[in-house]
């Protein structure tokens, strides 16, 4: 896991939009993970801003979203779908018919639909780089303490953790979802890179139990020490709990130096 970390959020951010214009300029038919929630707003602020200076085109991008709430209308506000067309996708050149999120009416079967955004995440080549927050409790996607590590796209039961972690966002007399459709554990590890972005000291726990815990299923986010391309970047209110801060910087330095002398490469 290479784990870098920045003073502050808003370089978390423009380093996490650095990635997505690289994979873009540098993979023909690129295909993004991408994750809703606080953590990544400031991304797509970055990605909007490098598109209207003309620096990123996503004409050529497909996009595949980790989770959205069961059985909400995507015109709902709430809904991931809304989330996604308000920070990102109705303010740059992406195809919205290639933008995709693990959607499940009341009327569809769970199973089927989980199965169906699998086939659909393979039949476009694969993620290349997906994006992901990281939840209180070590979350990843809705992946809650205990899923199974290996899981695929399915149905979730949210935990009260996250319900009260989410209800910020809703007004008291609001209904908010208690289940969610979320790409699998199993699923996040079969993409090639993954880039956690973490901020905050609400965050600074759950990322230490992810970078230096055990592997388990109570820390869903550690599952990301058996891949072979985790970039965790944190601020340093994120990081704040982990003890081996200067080796990460120094090994930081390290790597600047060898991408100087060989070249960024990204294995897409
Ligand atoms: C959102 C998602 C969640 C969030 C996590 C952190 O698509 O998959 O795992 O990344 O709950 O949320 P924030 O960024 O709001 O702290």
Redesign the pocket.
Known sequence: MQVVIFDNAEQVAAHAADWVADLVANKPSPVLGL??????ISLYKKLVEKHKNDELSFKSVSSF???EYHNIDPSNPQS?RSFMNDNLFDHVDIDKANTHLPTCTDTQNPREQGLKYEAAIKAAGGIDLQI?????NG????NEPTSSLVSKTRIKTLTEQ?IK??SRLFNPDEYQPDTAM?MGIGTIMESRYVLLMATGEN?ADAVNDMITGALSAMCPASALQMHENAVVILDKAAASKLKDQGYYQWADKQNAKLNAQYGFYHNY
């Open positions: 994750a809703t929630g606080s953590t990544p979203n980790l989770d991931y992901l927050g990281i939840g209180a979350h990843i996607g809705f996250t972690d989410n979320t965050k």
